[in-house]
């Protein structure tokens, strides 16, 4: 048995009851293959039995008091998962799907996208079972508050820096931030996504979804082509969705599509971005009111819009929501780029499909890196106690989607597997982990 069939297999017997995370690792694990090869000091030293263990695990109860008087219990979670190159970085996910192996793939993901921004941040991930859809204000400023009650005993600006993810944005960071202020009494970048009046950096709600048109539309150039006239799909309708689809009308492209879990609109003449932000953002609604501003738009419930002919498809929901046979009708329909703004939102056999029509793709770890990289970004503005422009992050967001773009062309070159930039991202970002965890000996 090869030295990664190895590990996989004790992985696969080590994480029962995990599948996503163990679909995050054997995609990484089959890229890095002709690098481990090259490289016999990773296999001398162990590094992949190392990599794919969380240097720490941290579960807790998190009890909370609802609008009924009635105590409720949620359980909370942040996995620290590899701080070779910064400290832990990662988002906190809110959802009633949330489980050990989610937030674990999650924070396995984190480790290669935060090395790919270039910045010196590790991975991480946390969040909580919590469902903050339907509660009250103060339901969620109960349970935030709760959740940092026990979560700052193991965070800090130079420590772990949590962020949001699906379920998590300005609210939820507002009330995190709070909490940590009035435990530790330390008024310290320990959060990002903050408010712009406490700490927050411009442009960090726009990153991801801008981010992800960035590389986007980096990818097309580099094949001849550009976003403009295209005709894009994209899924969900949250923080990414919304600020892709923002990014993308301004690069001239037609966005038709918008999603949530309970179903999807199709708007044939382009999507009315602030119809969708005020439905999303204002009015924490549902999609579906999408009709009582466009009433020739059509709502459909449940799955769908990948049956919808496009150019460009932008997945910006959650975790295997795009499969096989989606990707199948995709390419049939004459799609010729996609672009992941979810994390892993693709299943494996999606990508296979992709990768073998030699569609342009773009993988979650380097296309959604943008947010995270912001994220950085913010840490930076904290530490020098200053702020930028709008104008100066979003250049420096677009510079360094560009340069991941680049990064991982040239690792797929270098490897002959030329625009194969699934192996290209995992390698570009395993590398400078790796060799930091070297560096730093047996840790
Ligand atoms: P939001 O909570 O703002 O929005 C999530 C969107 O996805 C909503 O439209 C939601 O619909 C939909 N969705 C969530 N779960 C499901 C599900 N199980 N089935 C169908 N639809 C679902 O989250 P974000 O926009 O921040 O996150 C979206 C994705 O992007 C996630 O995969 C996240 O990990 C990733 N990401 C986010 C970054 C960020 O900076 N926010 C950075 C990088 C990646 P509904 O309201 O019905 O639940
Ligand atoms: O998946 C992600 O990269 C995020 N949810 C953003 C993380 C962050 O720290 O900004």
Redesign the pocket.
């Given at each position: 048995m090869s030295y990664i069939d190895n590990v996989l297999s004790g992985v696969i017997a080590r994480n029962p009851a995990q599948p996503e995370f163990i679909q995050a690792v054997d995609e990484v694990l089959n890229s890095l293959r002709p690098v481990i090869d090259a490289n016999s000091k990773y296999q001398d030293l162990n590094l992949i039995e190392r990599i794919v263990e969380p240097e720490r695990q941290i579960i807790f109860r998190v009890p909370w008091v609802d609008d009924n008087g009635k105590v409720q219990v949620n359980r909370g979670y942040r996995v620290q998962f590899n701080s070779a190159i910064g400290p832990y970085k990662g988002?906190l996910?809110f959802?009633p799907?949330v489980n050990l192996g989610i937030i674990k793939f999650?924070g396995f993901e984190q480790i290669f996208k935060n090395s790919l921004t270039g910045l010196p941040i590790g991975g991480g991930k946390g969040g909580s079972d919590f469902d903050p859809?339907g509660k009250s204000d103060r339901e969620v400023m109960a349970f935030c508050q709760s959740f940092m009650t026990e979560l700052c005993k193991y965070i800090g600006a130079d420590v772990d820096v949590p962020?949001?993810?699906?379920?998590v944005?300005g609210r939820e960071i507002g009330f995190l931030y709070g909490q940590y202020k009035r435990i530790t009494g330390l008024y310290e970048g320990v959060l990002t996504g903050k408010g712009l009046t406490y700490g927050g950096s411009l442009a960090r709600t726009e990153?991801?979804g801008f981010g992800l048109i960035y590389i986007v539309e980096e990818m097309l150039k580099n094949a001849g082509n550009s976003l403009e006239g295209k005709t894009v799909t994209i899924s969900?309708?949250?923080?990414?969705?919304l600020y892709a689809c923002k990014k993308a009308q301004e690069k001239g492209a037609k966005v038709v599509t918008l999603?949530?879990?309970?179903g999807w609109i199709y708007d044939k003449n382009g999507i009315d971005f602030e119809a969708a932000r005020e439905i999303k953002e204002v009015k924490r609604g549902r999609i579906k009111e999408y009709l009582e501003y466009h009433k020739d738009a059509e709502y459909h419930e449940g799955k769908g819009v990948w049956t919808v002919p496009c150019d460009v498809a932008l997945p910006?929901?959650?975790?295997n929501?795009l499969n096989e046979e989606d990707a199948k009708t995709l390419v049939k329909n004459g799609c010729i780029a996609v672009g992941e703004?979810?994390?892993m939102?693709s299943t494996k056999e999606a990508i296979d499909v992709f990768l073998e029509s030699k569609i342009l793709f773009a993988p979650a770890k380097a296309a959604?890196a943008g947010?995270?990289a912001t994220s950085a970004l913010e840490m930076s503005q904290n530490s020098q106690r200053l702020s930028w422009t709008f104008e100066e992050v979003d250049a420096k967001l677009n510079g360094i989607m560009v340069n991941i773009y680049k990064e991982m062309a040239d690792a797929a070159k270098e490897y002959g597997m030329e625009n194969n930039f699934v192996a290209g991202a995992n390698i570009a970002g395993f590398r400078k982990v790796a060799d930091a965890m070297l560096a730093q000996g047996i840790v």
């Open positions: 988002g996910r959802h799907s999650l859809k962020a949001g993810d699906i379920g944005g990153a991801t969900g309708s949250g923080n990414v969705a999603s949530d879990s309970n910006c929901a959650t975790q929501e703004g979810a994390n939102p959604n947010g995270v």
